[in-house]
């Protein structure tokens, strides 16, 4: 398995086990972020390190891969959280009905 492959899983799944949320919409979510986070690692990786070995000098690389890096973890965030809010609605709004229900 491809190391990417296994830590946007570990990241995604692991982040819903702590939330408290079942392993299939865990793994319903990953299926549905993974290609997006995947294509966007091919984007941002390939072209962040040809700037950092072809014209950084060595004391600026470590610097460098750490705000890009920086970046990249707010994408991860992002991707990960983006629809969080919509879904917190729902579950909202499954709670009202469900006392008014009772």
Not at 38 to 57: E, G, H, K
Not at 73 to 81: P, W
């Amino acid at each position: 398995m491809d190391p990417v492959f296994i830590w946007e899983m570990l990241i995604l799944v692991g982040c819903d086990a702590l939330e408290g949320k079942d392993f299939k919409s865990s793994t319903d979510e990953f299926k549905d972020k993974f290609p997006t986070i995947y294509l966007t690692d091919w984007m941002v990786w390939p072209a962040a390190q040809a700037i950092n070995f072809y014209y950084l000098s060595p004391k600026y690389r470590a610097l460098y891969a750490n705000i890009v890096t920086l970046g990249w973890n707010v994408f991860l965030s992002y991707i990960k959280h983006k629809d969080s809010s919509h879904c917190d609605k729902d579950a909202e709004e499954t709670d009202m009905q469900d006392d008014t229900k009772s």
